[in-house]
């Protein structure tokens, strides 16, 4: 047994301070105050020295990013498509791990005392008796067993490798987050049924197709003597549910910059959010399948009926929690006065959706899939509630952290590529996983597609299919699935194999989109923001489409949040003493706000009513009663005015000027409608958006 | 010598979790990912747990947290103004501390392994080995010396307490920056002879007088009995440094929402913002005094001196290196156009002021101080060239990040009260404390004043002195430099009696600030944003008072500054063609903006421009040309467009709907006015504030 003390820096600071995890900076400072500043001199110069080489290290970090934003400016600014920001990103921070890997020497000036100590397992904490005064110690993690003293050269390369968990727990949060709270909820809901079986269906099949495929790559490999290690059917399961989550970054940005057709947006940024979630837990339920049974990793039934049901309640767990965070913070918005106060209400927001992810960890469940659930109730329920000046601040506050999270991974994706240090690049197995991952890819789309098309009027044409092909990015939540576990041999291969097509999607995919589109001819600059009413002019197909794509099971959920659901939540919608029984009244009356009885369908967000937005509106009000407010004060931003029963529209259009209340209406969706007569609706743009008179109050 | 590994969590979770640092929830569970978790279930298991365990803990701070904000919107719905916000964190902060003081028991069942090693101090790293692989174990700090294995009685409320260098690394630099980026220039600029003679001389006298009694008192105590340890001169002098520092958070909050006098605001406010960064760093130079010569602690004038040089060096390195962060972001966003990607732009901003923190405590400076500084360059120059976008997006971040710190602090400083274990309260001691610090405010602000009142006109008043007085609470400041080094009996004793001060003050002084200004008859509610032409009626005295109040030296750095920086920095000014000599033509031309031209003294900034606010404006102008742009386009809402030559002035009048433009002018201020006789200018207000289309658009 040895015991292995050692200074952690040498006297003579580096030259060039690798990057160290910004938690850890703060952290090795801590020594700093506890102990005895006075009396232990040299133990505070050295904590005082590591605090600003790890300063040092994370300024080199941020100088990365700054670097990254002038080039993404630059390159916009010059209006370069062929490489994303992303892709710059990773270029950035390979530069940087070739330099940290070959241009930089750090002296080795260390003492070490080697003591023999009897201890047969790693504790998380250290108690070490110095001279009678205890110090803590925490377990930092193994460094590369089998090296034995050699550690110390790599000791710098170590140390500019993040510690895995950082992913998880700090940069992923605040993308998924955003992810769920800027999804368009009108074309995202319009193509649910798709969009589940793209991101649920659609990723099993391509975990198994590549697990598969990979497992006879393997096997071939293990005959002729090209493996270097284990490598059991679970490993390759693992690895395809790990590189068959589709990124929602890369996607998002291109196709939001380049506008196409709002469906297919709708289907690949829809399934590369939802993918997500369902790799995470998909990829966590195979490793609990592993060590059950008798470790031998042959197949075994009630195993694989085990972790199915883990599947299930970890997401099914996480969806509920991240839901009901969402519902906590709609009613504490909607019945408190927070919106008086822009600043409280933001730091409520924030805390609430936070928390989330911490529940869900400390309660077992995923932290990650519970915020993206979080993030669409919240834009869907209290995104409503808060002010305007509140519904700016979140937006830009999340749009901001994620611009910062996503840089980060994507440059320290590039970074690790040379500042790893276990890499193993077998070609064979590279080739293999590059053909399963075509492949697993072409099993979840084409097949799935077609399954759609026989059920959807508004065909999946097979341009668009090709596209979604193409545009099957891998990117962060591969990476960080990848680089949490790198101990054995299988998982070293994975994460190395792993990059290389992190690396391939986002520089030849992503930039090769814009010249796919063209090439596919598939139009571009299409108005994705129907949400203003003067650009509301659907075609009948259209509608009608859609009107088919709501099956009945959204459409009994949509009657039920449109009820239910957004009255209590929301100061929006009708009064739940119109919709609830009789017998409820005093209840009712108690959950509705006076703003509903007034303000009924008022909603300053932009895309949260898809469901009155459908097509299926115009056969949807029951008793509809419309009444207008001269005064402008009742504002009806909704796009739910348009679309009543025809004899409506006319004085709709004369008075769209001074707005459009609906008051009293019951929603009721006919289950079995018939096809109605195509309506197309132009309403002029409305005056200046409400609340912007009240936009500069502040706290 | 003991070598102690143990369970850091018992089997059983504890009912209640403590409050564990929420940076190391994230590292512990690092072991997870780089241990060899396959092999090693127990180990991962043993992780997991722990990392459940700190995700709950964190979840009930932000639980306080979330309830603080609730409590805190009551109060304001109320219109409860007794007890402020940051009083409120307090008391659910020591709430919380009592509950796991005497309420939460957590169950020992930890595994010791004892064994002895020969090592003779604590390296910042330990390299176990246990089986032939190798863990790596960090520093934590020491814990509770000389009570040897009892250690772990107090395992829970240990973890409570936080790592003190967080505060200092996470929690104040954003308050402090959002200090710096929100002042109110004008105001301060107005009154910057007093500020600074507060803030330095005023803090040093303070810090002194507070040393000098402490003594006294010590050496009372010594005399009677009462003193547990040593307690040196120099530690009544730290005393002095820490708690002379006032707070701007309470007083930001409790002034802004009266709406007091605007000077006395600018006063108090500037005062205790700079009085932060003296007595951080008057008080490091304490410390460095300290451990010179032969630790006697006996005065000694070359260790004074070299004391005096640290604080200097320190003071004017951080100084220079947060204006000098500054002017590069200036640079950076005006000659790039990242004003067309607004997120671009904030995310930059954003980073480049982190790195300023991370660049000075990575040279050896004090990153706070440079923060400070570069806050209100960045507000005096960046904020001008940002977008209207961004402008806002900053704003609201900052003010985020600072609510957020700010009661995460106050929260933590009621929690302290009970969890902190070394508490040393001597009620000999608490009770000088308490006289040497009314006694040191005294000695700062009366003599202080009645000097400064022989150079101002604009006197400051006996009333507005006794509010000074009265309003110098001591807050986040304090605590963070008190808590900061715990070791010695006299440096707990402080800490102890520095809670209490806290408390006193933020309850007492800040509840009674109210009753307080209302007793003196102070007017509250004047309206302090005089930055709107409308409100601009100046009357003669009052601008005869500020102009007397610039001194030659700020009017010549008034001149610098509008002819050179402004131009160089900035896209408003006059060009530097203009300003600069002619043979620096090329070189002129080359960095002056072309917005310079045309768009010359327009600025978004409320109140950046307290150069051309002042009533020595009036006699500024060697050569005005004043055009108008009747599109509107060139928008000048600066208030420069008051006082120009009287001949001027109703011209202006006229033609103020379409804005007023004043192009080439050069600021020759005289630096030997006479007095001019006073002009009152009312202007109509403005339209609409430029930039409210270009609001939305969107990277």
Chains 1, 2 share one sequence.
Not at 180 to 202: E, Q
Request: with cysteine; glycine share 8%.
């Amino acid at each position: 047994m040895g015991f292995t003390p050692r200074g952690f820096l040498g006297d003579k600071p580096s030259k060039a301070p690798p990057l160290f995890p910004f938690l850890l900076t703060f952290l090795l400072v801590g020594s700093r105050g506890d102990s005895n500043a006075m009396d232990n001199v040299s133990t505070e110069r050295l904590a005082e020295e590591s605090h600003r080489q790890d300063s040092a290290n994370l300024l080199i970090f941020i100088t990365l990013l700054t670097l990254t934003i002038l080039t993404i400016w630059l390159f916009k600014h010059r209006r370069f498509r062929f490489l994303h920001e992303t892709g710059l990103a990773m270029i950035y921070g390979v530069l940087v791990g070739v330099i940290l890997r070959f241009g930089v020497h750090v002296p080795q000036n260390m003492s070490d005392v080697i003591l023999g100590c009897a201890v047969n397992n790693s504790p998380a904490t250290l108690l070490v008796n110095v001279s009678g005064r205890f110090y803590e110690y925490t377990l930092k993690g193994e460094v590369s067993r089998g090296k034995g003293h050699q550690v110390q050269d790599d000791e710098m390369l170590r140390k500019v490798t993040f510690d895995p968990e950082v992913f998880f727990n700090i940069l992923l949060p605040p993308i998924i987050f955003h992810a769920g709270y800027s999804l368009k909820r009108r074309h995202f809901f319009r193509n649910i049924g798709s969009i589940l079986a793209y991101a649920f269906v659609g990723t099993v099949i391509s975990c198994f197709v590549i697990g598969l495929i990979m497992y006879g790559f393997v096997s071939f490999m293990k005959a002729v003597g090209q493996l270097g290690g284990d490598f059991f059917f679970t490993d390759c399961l693992f690895f395809g549910a790990i590189v068959s989550a589709t990124d929602p970054v890369t996607v998002l940005a291109i196709f939001n910059e380049l506008k196409v057709d709002v469906d297919l947006y709708a289907l690949l940024f829809g399934e590369s959010v939802l993918n997500d979630a369902v790799a995470i837990v998909l990829s966590s339920s195979i490793v609990a399948y592993q060590p059950a049974g008798d470790n031998s990793h042959s197949f075994e039934a009630m195993a694989m009926l085990k972790s199915f049901g883990i599947f299930l309640g970890v997401f099914s767990g996480s969806f509920a929690l991240g839901v009901a965070t969402g519902f906590m913070t709609a009613l504490v918005t909607k019945f408190t006065k927070l919106r008086d106060f822009p600043l409280l209400e933001t730091a409520l927001f924030f805390l609430m959706s936070w928390s989330t992810f911490l529940l869900a960890e400390a309660c077992g469940f995923t932290g990650v899939v519970a915020v993206l659930f979080c993030g669409i109730t919240q834009a869907h329920y209290t995104f409503n509630n808060l002010s305007p000046d509140s519904q700016d601040r979140t937006k830009q506050l999340f749009e901001l952290l994620n611009f910062l999270a996503e840089n980060f991974i994507f440059s320290y994706m590039g970074l690790t590529l040379f500042s790893f240090q276990s890499h193993v690049f077998n070609p064979l197995f590279i080739f293999g996983a590059f053909l399963a991952v075509f492949l697993g890819r072409a099993a979840n789309i084409y097949p799935l597609s077609f399954l759609l098309n026989l059920g959807r009027k508004n065909k999946i044409g097979s341009k668009f299919q090709h596209v979604m092909m193409f545009a099957g990015l891998r990117g962060a939540m591969t990476f960080a699935l990848s680089i949490r576990d790198t101990a054995t041999y299988a998982r070293q291969m994975m994460f190395s194999t792993t990059l290389l097509i992190v690396f391939f999607t986002v520089w030849i995919c992503g930039g090769g989109t814009t010249p796919m589109l063209s090439f596919m001819s598939i139009p571009v600059g299409v108005d994705s923001d129907q949400d203003s009413p003067n650009s509301a002019v659907l075609d009948g197909s259209q509608r009608r489409d859609t009107k088919h794509e709501s099956a009945w099971p959204f459409r009994i959920w949509y009657n039920f949040d449109h009820n239910y659901l957004k009255p209590l939540l929301t100061h929006s919608g009708p009064p739940l003493t119109a919709t609830l029984p009789t017998c409820c009244g005093p209840l009712a009356r108690c959950l509705t706000s006076p703003q509903a009885y007034e303000n009924e369908g008022r909603l300053f967000d932009d895309d949260s009513d898809s469901i009155l937005n459908d097509a299926t509106v115009s056969s949807m009000y029951a008793d509809v009663t419309v009444s207008t407010d001269a005064s402008g004060r009742t504002v009806n931003r909704s796009s739910g005015t348009r679309g009543p029963s025809d004899d409506c529209v006319d004085h709709d259009l004369a008075l769209a000027e001074h707005e459009v209340a609906i008051r009293g209406t019951r929603l009721v969706l006919p289950v079995d409608d018939p096809v109605e007569p195509p309506t197309t609706v132009t309403l002029p743009s409305p005056p200046s958006p409400p609340g912007s008179e009240p936009r500069r109050q502040r706290l």
